[in-house]
């Protein structure tokens, strides 16, 4: 019987979340019940009962109205559940339970409920959301006065008065709509309500609602997707009848009479249904005020629904889209700020210039004015200061599943280890404290870095090492740098938390470019490869900035906006086969406390500023798994992927970046034409053509790549920005190719073949070296070729279904 009782549960919707070990848990209190035909499971007024779930047979929930006269409410089916509210609210139940069939529930007592809660409590908000949803839609009748007290309930249930801002936008907009109010205060016939998704028809119709008939009349809202299922059989005036022992079914404007009732999406009513709707508001004889909606233009209103239905709405209102009203979204946005600030307690937030921009920019096709709410919200709730820029600005499409993928969270070992953050603690603290004692070593003892090939191992494989890791495993580096780490130690303990300067978050990727540049040109003009002093004095030059710039300002903003070598391993990511990404629908449905944004008890946010469902690049991930830690729905994911699919998918992606792209391309030329110059040309007269060579490149190649790719002039990105990125390959090749020879001993081991022949072995011989650049640019061309034809063919296939 147990195991007949977790099958049972296991079919459930409402236990779906659960997992195998936790339903036997639950199922263990829950006990079968048998109820015959015609008997009731629960009588209304019954002060104690269970929660029930009806397995098999059928049931009917009724009410008791105008004296011993029965109201069908409706019917119930196997899966469906009941008792919750009584044992929620503590009080009798308002409704009976009666049997149609020989029926079998599994029913948890009171106190097993309550347990119960206590223990899931994602089902204690799951059963509030569907009892609100219940009574939002009156599925409950009562007497006369008391079905109204329910919908009063449901009124405040749902909170009406919190969920709209009631704002319209500037003197312009809001004048027109309060005199299209003012004009329905007192209406000779209903009012048909067109628009866009998100436009604001139902808070139109909430104040409408305010306007004739106060906030605490009935607003009952019923949804056209569901109408002809829920709602069909109540739309005809019941007949009167003098037996009190028959069953009536209720009626629909019975539910809302005084007040309004609002159908959504009306359009989506069978047309049958919509004759049966426009016969009973004739019929009606004005109970309750009706307003319908729908997602069209006034001009189609005769395609999509039928004349009969047209004629019993004398009024029609069209609200014009957020994209052709542009000047509404400052007001508009600053608006929900304030109002959130006062509903938080919190100062009132402004939006510098940048972020107003990028808000004026999008179109606001997915949502109108809801899409903007939404922005804002999550602005306001992740913005650690009074100002909002660009980094809390998150809108356009979430990040896709593209592809087959790898979650390597499903493994119970790799989760824990991840979710425990110990491990990558672990090897963060030693990486910093072997570089710590390499900078010490290389300052304090260079003779002994150089005889025991530590300082030569350290310029010879680890630059190869990222160039060659990177494309693969992403920005693994970034995880255990020991910049970052020692830059966090700091920041936690001086911290001045200043806004970032909006030029630094607009122009990062000139900033990046230009440190990478002044880098690598300070490397190759004083030959710090050959003087532990400099390297060490390198190492050291950028611990500081970092640090400094973490003292500034929040979180990771070296990292992010300045680090040369971040901006080198983060393009390298962009098609690597790891990635962390997260189910996008959950973060949005389920998640209100951004925790992977805002951090959660001793674990930091994301340290570079990233809201995991719009995070669709490995451009500025730094694999902390911090959002592992924090995500409270189980939501993110670490795949495996084919490597550089990314490239092909791109949206988000900081575009920028092909100019660092074009910059690291260019570069190759000086280095390697200049390289065997060094050792014939005098040392002042290499080191000026060298400079000027190398600088001039470096421009030449960020400019042309701009004037390609014509960075940020569409919000996703465009087939000439993924083009360019596609590059990436050929360029990390040129790179791997400059510092494999640089790698100690590499020129000197030998690969060959051989064979006898009557004049005795002959072999052929290639040096490491040279087989080293073969594979890379091997690689590099093949990764980039199918990487640009993939980018043509899913362009290609996105025109042709568009």
């Given at each position: 019987?147990?195991?007949?009782?977790?099958?049972?549960?296991?079919?459930?919707?409402?236990?779906?979340?659960?997992?195998?070990?936790?339903?036997?848990?639950?199922?263990?209190?829950?006990?079968?019940?048998?109820?015959?035909?015609?008997?009731?499971?629960?009588?209304?007024?019954?002060?104690?009962?269970s929660f029930y779930i009806l397995i098999k047979g059928k049931a009917d929930v009724m009410v008791q109205k105008e004296g011993q006269r029965l109201w069908r409410v409706r019917s119930l089916s196997p899966g469906?559940?009941?008792?919750?509210?009584?044992?929620?609210?503590?009080?009798?139940?308002?409704?009976?339970?009666?049997?149609?069939?020989?029926?079998?529930?599994?029913?948890?007592?009171?106190?097993?409920?309550?347990?119960?809660?206590?223990?899931?409590?994602?089902?204690?908000?799951?059963?509030?959301?569907?009892?609100?949803?219940?009574?939002?839609?009156?599925?409950?009748?009562?007497?006369?006065?008391?079905?109204?007290?329910?919908?009063?309930?449901?009124?405040?249930?749902?909170?009406?008065?919190?969920?709209?801002?009631?704002?319209?936008?500037?003197?312009?907009?809001?004048?027109?709509?309060?005199?299209?109010?003012?004009?329905?205060?007192?209406?000779?016939?209903?009012?048909?309500?067109?628009?866009?998704?998100?436009?604001?028809?139902?808070?139109?119709?909430?104040?409408?609602?305010?306007?004739?008939?106060?906030?605490?009349?009935?607003?009952?809202?019923?949804?056209?997707?569901?109408?002809?299922?829920?709602?069909?059989?109540?739309?005809?005036?019941?007949?009167?009848?003098?037996?009190?022992?028959?069953?009536?079914?209720?009626?629909?404007?019975?539910?809302?009479?005084?007040?309004?009732?609002?159908?959504?999406?009306?359009?989506?009513?069978?047309?049958?249904?919509?004759?049966?709707?426009?016969?009973?508001?004739?019929?009606?004889?004005?109970?309750?005020?009706?307003?319908?909606?729908?997602?069209?233009?006034?001009?189609?209103?005769?395609?999509?629904?039928?004349?009969?239905?047209?004629?019993?709405?004398?009024?029609?209102?069209?609200?014009?889209?957020?994209?052709?009203?542009?000047?509404?979204?400052?007001?508009?946005?600053?608006?929900?700020?304030?109002?959130?600030?006062?509903?938080?307690?919190?100062?009132?937030?402004?939006?510098?210039?940048?972020?107003?921009?990028?808000?004026?920019?999008?179109?606001?096709?997915?949502?109108?004015?809801?899409?903007?709410?939404?922005?804002?919200?999550?602005?306001?709730?992740?913005?650690?200061?009074?100002?909002?820029?660009?980094?809390?600005?998150?809108?356009?499409?979430?990040?896709?599943?593209?592809?087959?993928?790898?979650?390597?969270?499903?493994?119970?070992?790799?989760?824990?280890?991840?979710?425990?953050?110990?491990?990558?603690?672990?090897?963060?603290?030693?990486?910093?404290?072997?570089?710590?004692?390499?900078?010490?070593?290389?300052?304090?003892?260079?003779?002994?870095?150089?005889?025991?090939?530590?300082?030569?191992?350290?310029?010879?494989?680890?630059?190869?090492?990222?160039?060659?890791?990177?494309?693969?495993?992403?920005?693994?580096?970034?995880?255990?740098?020991?910049?970052?780490?020692?830059?966090?130690?700091?920041?936690?303990?001086?911290?001045?938390?200043?806004?970032?300067?909006?030029?630094?978050?607009?122009?990062?990727?000139?900033?990046?470019?230009?440190?990478?540049?002044?880098?690598?040109?300070?490397?190759?003009?004083?030959?710090?490869?050959?003087?532990?002093?400099?390297?060490?004095?390198?190492?050291?030059?950028?611990?500081?900035?970092?640090?400094?710039?973490?003292?500034?300002?929040?979180?990771?903003?070296?990292?992010?906006?300045?680090?040369?070598?971040?901006?080198?391993?983060?393009?390298?990511?962009?098609?690597?086969?790891?990635?962390?990404?997260?189910?996008?629908?959950?973060?949005?449905?389920?998640?209100?406390?951004?925790?992977?944004?805002?951090?959660?008890?001793?674990?930091?946010?994301?340290?570079?500023?990233?809201?995991?469902?719009?995070?669709?690049?490995?451009?500025?991930?730094?694999?902390?798994?911090?959002?592992?830690?924090?995500?409270?729905?189980?939501?993110?994911?670490?795949?495996?992927?084919?490597?550089?699919?990314?490239?092909?998918?791109?949206?988000?992606?900081?575009?920028?970046?092909?100019?660092?792209?074009?910059?690291?391309?260019?570069?190759?030329?000086?280095?390697?034409?200049?390289?065997?110059?060094?050792?014939?040309?005098?040392?002042?007269?290499?080191?000026?053509?060298?400079?000027?060579?190398?600088?001039?490149?470096?421009?030449?190649?960020?400019?042309?790549?701009?004037?390609?790719?014509?960075?940020?002039?569409?919000?996703?990105?465009?087939?000439?920005?993924?083009?360019?990125?596609?590059?990436?390959?050929?360029?990390?090749?040129?790179?791997?190719?400059?510092?494999?020879?640089?790698?100690?001993?590499?020129?000197?081991?030998?690969?060959?073949?051989?064979?006898?022949?009557?004049?005795?072995?002959?072999?052929?011989?290639?040096?490491?070296?040279?087989?080293?650049?073969?594979?890379?640019?091997?690689?590099?061309?093949?990764?980039?070729?199918?990487?640009?034809?993939?980018?043509?063919?899913?362009?290609?296939?996105?025109?042709?279904?568009?």
């Amino acid at each position: 019987m147990s195991d007949d009782k977790i099958y049972s549960l296991s079919d459930i919707e409402l236990f779906s979340d659960l997992s195998s070990p936790e339903l036997a848990e639950l199922a263990s209190d829950f006990q079968w019940e048998d109820y015959a035909l015609g008997s009731e499971i629960i009588k209304q007024g019954q002060e104690e009962h269970s929660f029930y779930i009806l397995i098999k047979g059928k049931a009917d929930v009724m009410v008791q109205k105008e004296g011993q006269r029965l109201w069908r409410v409706r019917s119930l089916s196997p899966g469906d559940n009941f008792g919750a509210l009584s044992l929620l609210n503590g009080k009798p139940s308002e409704i009976t339970i009666l049997a149609q069939d020989r029926c079998q529930v599994l029913a948890l007592n009171a106190e097993s409920f309550a347990r119960m809660l206590l223990r899931w409590p994602k089902l204690y908000q799951t059963f509030i959301g569907r009892l609100t949803e219940d009574l939002n839609e009156a599925n409950l009748i009562l007497s006369e006065a008391k079905y109204k007290e329910i919908l009063r309930s449901t009124l405040q249930l749902t909170q009406y008065k919190d969920k709209f801002y009631g704002l319209w936008g500037g003197a312009r907009t809001t004048g027109e709509v309060e005199r299209k109010l003012e004009e329905l205060a007192h209406p000779t016939g209903h009012l048909l309500l067109t628009g866009e998704r998100g436009t604001g028809r139902q808070m139109m119709a909430w104040y409408v609602h305010q306007r004739q008939s106060g906030k605490e009349a009935p607003f009952v809202v019923v949804d056209g997707r569901r109408f002809d299922q829920q709602w069909r059989d109540l739309i005809v005036e019941p007949l009167d009848s003098e037996d009190s022992s028959v069953v009536h079914n209720s009626n629909l404007f019975d539910i809302a009479e005084g007040g309004t009732l609002f159908i959504r999406e009306i359009n989506l009513i069978s047309p049958n249904t919509q004759l049966k709707l426009a016969q009973a508001m004739n019929f009606q004889k004005r109970k309750c005020f009706i307003i319908g909606s729908m997602n069209t233009e006034p001009d189609a209103l005769g395609k999509i629904i039928i004349p009969e239905l047209q004629r019993c709405f004398a009024h029609t209102y069209e609200i014009t889209p957020l994209r052709k009203r542009k000047r509404d979204i400052p007001i508009l946005a600053q608006g929900f700020l304030e109002k959130l600030a006062q509903k938080n307690h919190r100062n009132v937030p402004t939006l510098n210039r940048e972020a107003t921009q990028l808000l004026l920019s999008h179109h606001y096709q997915q949502g109108n004015v809801s899409e903007l709410i939404q922005v804002i919200e999550r602005a306001f709730y992740i913005a650690e200061q009074d100002v909002i820029g660009l980094e809390q600005i998150f809108f356009g499409p979430t990040s896709e599943q593209n592809g087959f993928t790898i979650n390597l969270l499903a493994w119970s070992k790799i989760e824990n280890l991840l979710k425990k953050g110990t491990f990558v603690g672990g090897v963060r603290l030693v990486t910093a404290i072997l570089f710590t004692a390499l900078v010490l070593l290389l300052l304090l003892t260079p003779e002994i870095a150089v005889s025991t090939k530590i300082f030569a191992l350290v310029w010879g494989l680890w630059w190869p090492a990222l160039a060659l890791i990177s494309p693969f495993l992403g920005r693994l580096w970034c995880t255990v740098c020991p910049f970052s780490t020692i830059m966090d130690f700091v920041q936690q303990r001086v911290h001045l938390n200043r806004a970032i300067p909006e030029f630094i978050i607009k122009y990062d990727y000139i900033l990046v470019s230009f440190l990478f540049l002044m880098i690598f040109w300070v490397e190759v003009i004083t030959n710090m490869r050959l003087n532990p002093s400099y390297t060490a004095f390198l190492l050291i030059s950028i611990q500081v900035c970092a640090i400094l710039i973490a003292i500034l300002y929040p979180r990771h903003t070296w990292c992010r906006h300045f680090c040369p070598l971040g901006g080198f391993i983060g393009t390298a990511s962009i098609g690597s086969m790891l990635e962390v990404r997260a189910d996008a629908t959950v973060c949005l449905n389920k998640c209100t406390t951004f925790e992977c944004y805002v951090g959660k008890g001793n674990v930091p946010g994301c340290p570079m500023s990233q809201h995991l469902p719009f995070l669709d690049n490995n451009l500025d991930c730094k694999l902390c798994f911090n959002c592992v830690r924090n995500c409270p729905n189980g939501s993110v994911k670490v795949n495996l992927r084919l490597a550089g699919r990314e490239v092909w998918h791109l949206v988000r992606v900081n575009q920028g970046y092909v100019v660092f792209i074009g910059v690291m391309l260019a570069i190759l030329v000086p280095l390697n034409y200049f390289a065997p110059l060094q050792k014939i040309w005098p040392a002042t007269t290499w080191q000026v053509w060298f400079s000027l060579c190398y600088w001039g490149a470096g421009l030449a190649g960020g400019m042309f790549t701009w004037m390609i790719a014509k960075p940020f002039k569409t919000k996703a990105a465009s087939r000439r920005i993924k083009l360019v990125f596609a590059c990436t390959p050929l360029v990390l090749a040129g790179h791997i190719m400059y510092q494999v020879g640089f790698i100690p001993g590499l020129s000197s081991l030998l690969f060959g073949v051989g064979y006898e022949s009557p004049s005795g072995l002959i072999s052929f011989y290639i040096t490491a070296t040279v087989l080293a650049y073969g594979i890379a640019v091997t690689f590099g061309l093949v990764l980039t070729g199918i990487t640009i034809a993939l980018v043509f063919l899913n362009t290609k296939e996105k025109r042709a279904t568009a």
